[in-house]
């Protein structure tokens, strides 16, 4: 037998077991098949917690699956439906985490979401707790994965909640930096649970943005985190979270968003203009955009919101950058997104109240580093609209015009 390098020997293994000849040609090796990728682009869907709170019932998530493909929710690119807090039960002896009485069986309505061209968002949290106080998943990680993996979940939202108290605080009395190194290591470990479970799973985290998320986010293996407390269905709390998104654009991209929380349009006492800002803001902020409105119960000037498909592709943009404030003038500010092709998304936002009626809003295009007529697409309106040098914009009451340039000049 003729010698042959150990190196050269292991090379050739792979095939020993198809090439008995090696003058006939062989079948190509199937390629090991590269795990599917994940919010590519920013999550798009539906979560109970903002109309249902902790009432949410299997009932209400069928509901709203139906209702996302018969409204054109889903035709829009609205797909993950997601059951927030409130669905968990007891651990049985084993371990193993059973659903409460309101979901009896979530294994079936993972496949009635699924057999509607949705997907299936679940929540859970790394303490023992979750913030309404059902079961989370401190030293179950890995079980809990794998339950998940089970039933066929696409989604999990992972809340802090009863882990700061119980084991930040506990742990790491008055050390601040301790404690984050604590929370960070378990957000890694369900990131970690998750990835073995060999599942695909969007991974949304929700610590409310501490310990600047951003920064260490995608190290755990997150798609997604909170930058922000939880929002509500006011105008108070959208603009605050807006501001408070100013700076972080650098920080997302394909694969990995800031989630300046769900979508409350169509919720509480938000006026159209209100929705329109805070639809256009989450949009051009390359939010995930996950409904929490009745859907059984949407009226049109809402579903017209929600479905803009002129809108929902600025969010979609496959370029993936976030809008950057550009200048704020008095209680109006201008944010800019740069697209894919050259293209340019701008948002005015009038935050202000009668301001902008009295003494309108004087555009500054050289702010924004464009030069001379910029010929555009109204998104609200659908219709075509040009923007020059200093001009004069009336902007409602706490409404925002958003603008597709698509060849700023
Ligand atoms: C926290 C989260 C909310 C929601 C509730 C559920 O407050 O930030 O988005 O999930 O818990 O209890």
Redesign the pocket.
């Known amino acids: 037998m003729k010698f042959v390098p150990l190196a050269l020997l292991s090379l050739a293994l792979p095939l020993a077991g198809a090439a008995q000849s090696a003058s006939k040609p062989q079948p190509a090796q199937p390629k090991a098949a590269a795990a599917p990728l994940v919010a590519q682009t920013p999550p798009m869907g539906w ?1 109970s ?2 109309f249902f ?2 009432n949410v019932t299997e009932q209400d998530i069928k509901n709203a699956a139906d209702q996302m493909v018969a409204t054109g929710m889903k035709d829009a690119g609205y797909i993950y439906v997601n059951i ?3 669905w968990e039960g007891e651990r049985d002896a084993a371990g193993v985490l059973h659903t409460n009485e309101k979901f009896p069986d979530m294994k079936g309505l993972a496949d009635y979401v699924h057999s509607r061209g949705l997907k299936l968002g679940i ?1 859970s949290g790394p303490g023992a707790k ?3 106080g059902y079961a989370a998943s401190l030293g179950h990680e890995e079980q809990d994965a794998q339950l998940y993996a089970a039933w066929g979940i696409d989604y999990l ?1 992972y ?1 802090l ?1 009863s882990f700061r108290h119980d084991t930040m605080e506990a742990q790491a009395p008055n050390d601040e930096a301790g404690q984050m190194r604590l929370m960070i290591a378990a957000y890694d470990k369900m990131g970690k649970a998750l990835k073995a479970s060999g599942r695909p799973m969007v991974y949304s985290l ?1 610590q ?1 943005g501490w310990d600047a998320v951003w920064e260490w986010g995608p190290s755990v293996g997150a798609n997604l985190w ?1 930058t922000t ?3 509500n269905a006011s105008w108070p709390s959208i603009y605050s979270i807006v501001e408070r998104q100013a700076g972080l654009a650098k920080y997302a991209g394909p694969g990995h968003w800031n989630d300046p ?2 979508l409350e349009v169509g919720n509480g006492t938000l006026s159209l203009a209100e929705n329109r800002s805070h639809f256009s803001m989450w949009a051009m902020l390359a939010a995930p955009l996950l409904a929490g409105n009745d859907l059984p119960n949407m009226k049109p000037e809402i579903k017209a919101i929600l479905t803009n498909k002129d809108v929902i592709a600025i969010d979609q943009d496959k370029l993936g950058r976030q809008a950057q404030r550009v200048y704020v003038d008095g209680q109006v500010e201008i944010w800019t997104r740069p697209l894919a092709g050259g293209a340019l998304a701008v948002a005015i936002l009038n935050a202000g109240d009668d301001r902008v009626a009295t003494h309108p809003f004087h555009l500054n295009l050289a702010k924004l580093g464009l030069h001379g007529l910029q010929k555009g697409k109204d998104l609200w309106t659908g219709k075509e609209i040009a923007l020059t040098e200093g001009q004069k914009l009336e902007i409602g009451h706490h409404d925002t015009l958003l603008v597709r340039i698509p060849q700023p000049k």
Do not use: L, P
């Open positions: 979560n917690w903002n709170h902790r927030d807090d409130t929540y979750t913030c309404a939202k809340d909640c929700c409310y909170r407390g939880d929002v929380d769900m």
